[in-house]
C-alpha cells in the first residue's frame, strides 16, 4: 500500500480493503485458518492469480498471516491477524446491511441509469 494521506478513517479503511476481494477473504477466513485450496473453493470466482496476489498484499498490509508447515508435501495456511480480525468486525455491520437490503441492491444494479 502506498504511502499516503487519508481524509478520514473510513477513508483509510477503503484503503487498506481496497477492492471486492479482500472484503471476501476476510469474511472466509473470520471461521479460522485455510488452506490456499479451501480458500480458492470458498471465495467463489477469483481466479488462483487474484488469490495469490490479494493475500501477498493482505499479508504485507498486515492483515493476513501465512504459515508454511515444513513437511511433505508443503502445507500452507492462511489466517487473520488480530488488526485482520479487527476490521472483519468491523465489516460485520455493513454486511448485515446489505443483507437487509440485498433485493433494493440486486434491482439497482440490473436496472441500468
Known sequence: MAKRTYTCGLDAA??????KWKGLILFSLGDGPLRFGEL???????SERML?????EMEASGLVHRE???QVP???E???TEFGDSLNA????LGEWGEEHLERIEAISRDPA
Open 74 to 76: 508443503p502445507k500452507v
Open 52 to 56: 495469490i496476489l490479494q493475500l501477498r
Open 68 to 70: 508454511v508447515h515444513q
Open 90 to 93: 468491523a465489516m460485520g455491520p
Open 40 to 46: 480458492r473453493r470458498t471465495v467463489a470466482g477469483i
Open 78 to 80: 492462511y489466517s487473520l
Open 14 to 19: 477503503i484503503a487498506v480493503m481496497g477492492g
